[in-house]
Each structure stands twice: as C-alpha cells, then as structure tokens.
C-alpha cells in the first residue's frame, strides 16, 4: 500500500467513527422515523350516534375536546371496548368501507375516521340485537356525518370493512395542559403515524425525564413541581414504538388551559 493509500484508509476511517458519533449522539434524542403501514383488512359493523350536526361527538372519552377547533372535524368514531384497548387505541385513525348490504353508496371505496370516543357495552342487550359494542365485538360507533359518507343513515347499522391506516396530520403534536402547581395532566392532540401514545416523558429545565402515567383516553399526567420551568416531553408510540422528542414545547411561564403546538410528529 502506498503512503497515499495509507492516508486515504485512515481518513476514511477516521470520518466513518466521527459519523457514528454523530448517528450516537443523535440517537439519544430521536430514533430514525419509522413508517406506520396499513393493516390487513377485517370485518366488522358500524352504527352512528348523533345527528347530522356531529354535535354529541364533541368531548369523548379520550378528551379531545371540540373536536372541531382541535382538527378532528366529524370523520370519527367511537370504537367498542374491544378496538379501544383501555383508551390507547385513541387517535388511531381507520378506513371503513361498507360492504354487502343494499344501504351501501355504490362507488365509495371508503371513508377515514380517528377514533375518539369510546362505545360502552350494553349488556342489557343482546350482542346481536342492540348490544353492538359488546364485546368480544369489533364495532364503529361513527358520527353521523362520517356514517353518511358510505351508507344511507337509514340503515341503522351495516357491515364493514375496515383497516387501520397511517394519521395524516398537518403540523406537529399539540399539548393541552391541565393540573396544579403539584401536578401536571397533559392531552396529547395531532397525533400522525400509528395515532396512538404507549409512553411518555416530561422534563423541565431543571429536572431530568420523568415519567408520566397514562390517566384515561389521550391524557398522561405527572405528579411534580414543574411551574417556572420550560417543558418538554418526550412520546413514544404504542405501535410503532417510534420515539420522538419535542423540545421546550412550553415556556418557562407556561399556564394550564393553554394549548401548546410543536414542529415534530410521527409518520
């Protein structure tokens, strides 16, 4: 090997440990996005609730609020207690296609709905007569608007198929901040990707990560004394197991009842 050959090698060896370091120290803070993908087709059945106003939607057992000022619109639905996995499957979002039933709009290949509600049991009746969201039963209980969209509200109830679908959301995870000065209770909105929140972590600007527990629906809370700190927090995702970081996402002078937004989501 020549003198020049020999530079070369160590050079190039060189800058190959200064990228790892790099691709180490970056790591720390955010892993390599990593695409949600289309599930399989099932089947399943949805009814609606409400009317052509959507407006009993708005709220919802995973506390998004009016669905309307917070993006979510009236393309949702409540999903039966098997889909909604103790509220981790809130912001997960569906294709839903109405199939072998006479009320179906021809031509429609489907609609996109994001869960944000849940549909209890009912067990004063029969799974099959009334009790659709009894479990062990896979049902959509859709806004109205969204049922409209593939069949005649007539219907009452129709068959479907369904799969689960990457978010589209325009912008950044945004944070709801409730609580007091001794603890923090957080509703994660704008969720892209898989939709869904398996993990989280907050840290001011003078603590470390804390970890934060899952309250109900899209909300996560911490029990510590955060005021006068700028926050940021780090999520990671229930399907995909994506973690992302947002960083300072609130001020120092941060108040409860404030909506936070950030420039970072998942894909």
């Known amino acids: 090997m020549t003198s020049f050959d020999s530079w070369s ?11 790892a370091i790099i691709v180490s120290k970056s790591s720390v803070t955010v892993a390599l996005p990593i695409e949600f993908r289309p599930s399989p087709w099932s089947l399943a059945h949805a009814t609606f609730y409400g009317d052509e106003t959507a407006s009993e939607t708005l709220g919802g057992a995973c ?55 849940l549909c209890p049991p009912n067990w004063a009746q029969d799974s099959n007569n009334g009790g659709w969201c009894n479990p062990p039963r896979v049902h959509f209980d859709m806004s109205k608007p969204a049922f409209m969209k593939i069949a005649q509200w007539k219907a009452g109830i129709v068959p479907v198929m369904y799969r689960r679908v990457p978010c589209v959301r325009p912008g950044g995870l945004r944070f709801y901040f409730q ?39 899209a909300t996560y809370q911490a029990f510590a004394t955060l005021g006068g700190q700028s926050l940021s927090f780090k999520i990671t995702s229930y399907t995909s197991k994506e973690t992302i970081i947002a960083w300072d996402v609130a001020p120092a002078n941060w108040n409860v009842g404030s909506t936070y937004t950030t420039d970072v989501n998942f894909h």
Request: charged share 5%; aromatic share 18%.
């Open 9 to 19: 090698f160590n050079f190039f060896s060189m800058t190959l440990a200064t990228l």
């Open 63 to 117: 506390g998004y609020g009016n669905l309307f000022s917070n993006g979510y619109g009236t393309d949702t639905a409540a999903l039966s207690t098997t889909l909604f996995n103790n509220g981790f499957a809130c912001g997960t979002c569906y294709q839903i296609k109405c199939v072998e039933s006479n009320w179906c709009y021809p031509g429609v290949p489907f609609t996109t709905v994001t869960a944000t509600n």
């Open 179 to 217: 609580g007091n000065g001794y603890w923090l209770l957080v509703y994660v909105m704008n969720v892209g990707g898989g939709g869904d929140i398996a993990q989280m972590w907050v840290k001011g600007s003078k603590t470390g990560w804390i970890s934060m527990s899952h309250n109900w629906g």
